[in-house]
């Protein structure tokens, strides 16, 4: 990976699972990292990866254009949906404010924007027209689709799902779960946003997939197997009467988003251990 001999990143979500990977990277390789800060306790956290906090939200759009402004790279991770919202369309406005108040600062410059979405939300430019758009400004805009399940450092999904059956006292699998699902290791991922942000041309989308045939079956198996629970078997429709559609649909859907464009183009490798071997070795147990 190629230092970033004193680049500055502003970083939105940089406090999160998967903000903090790429700022502790992203130091380490030489990049000064700038990261959005809602709170005193995501200001320490920010700080123990080495990076600066800077007070504000999406909404703080004086502190967005200004960062947006000095800084050499965006990362735009951050969004204002959370499972607690009925749907992404109520926050679509803000979340889109947010992003064009990034980008105008940038307009004609040619620097890095790296925006992010999500390999379940499958079209031919997930981006659209917006970033069409933005592209035709002089901004070098790029979409990186995290998989499904970013595991690693003990965080993610899969802790969500053990906690879940300690709780209940068994690891659903829903559908005999023959599904198959997309997975990456959070600091694959990281070093992803890394190598786009340097090298990707604009108007590009790269999948952060290291694996595209883990089946639900052997996670719950792998899960069972570390805690030492039975697994119970529901239909969709008992999954969706215990957990509701969002949560139930993210269970079962079939997704295989390939990574190969980020390897072929990028030179990505992506070199953490796997999400099976992670479970299996208790990794998430503690």
Aim: aromatic letters at 6%; one cysteine or more.
């Amino acid at each position: 990976m190629a230092t970033g001999n004193g680049k500055q990143i502003f970083l939105t979500g940089a406090s999160g699972y998967v903000g903090s990977v790429i700022t502790e990277i992203a130091v380490a390789n030489g990049y000064v990292v700038h990261g959005l800060s809602r709170s005193e306790s995501a200001d320490e956290r920010i700080r123990r990866f080495g990076g600066v906090p800077v007070r504000g939200d999406l909404n703080s759009h004086d502190v967005l254009s200004q960062e947006s402004h000095k800084a050499d790279i965006v990362i735009h991770l951050a969004t204002s949906y959370d499972l607690s919202v009925p749907s992404y369309d109520d926050v679509f406005p803000s979340d889109k404010a947010a992003l064009d108040t990034i980008a105008k600062p940038m307009e004609g410059t040619n620097k890095p924007l790296v925006v992010t979405s999500g390999t379940l939300i499958v079209a031919v430019d997930p981006t659209g027209d917006y970033a069409l758009s933005v592209k035709d400004k002089g901004i070098r805009i790029t979409a990186i689709r995290l998989a499904p399940f970013v595991y690693g450092r003990g965080g993610s999904g899969v802790k969500l799902f053990m906690n879940m059956s300690l709780q209940s006292g068994g690891v659903m699998c829903v559908d005999n779960g023959t599904n198959r699902t997309t997975v990456v290791h959070v600091d694959d991922a990281a070093r992803l946003y890394l190598l786009v942000a340097e090298n990707a041309k604009a108007g590009e989308i790269y999948n952060a997939s290291s694996a595209t045939d883990v089946t639900a079956r052997e996670m719950s198996e792998g899960i069972a197997e570390a805690l030492g629970l039975p697994i119970r078997s529901l239909t969709r429709a008992e999954a969706v009467a215990r957990f509701g559609e969002t949560l139930s649909r993210f269970l079962t859907a079939e997704n295989r988003a390939s990574g190969a464009k980020a390897r072929n183009e990028l030179g990505w490798e992506p070199k953490e251990i796997g999400i099976l071997e992670e479970i299996k070795k208790g990794l998430y147990t503690y």
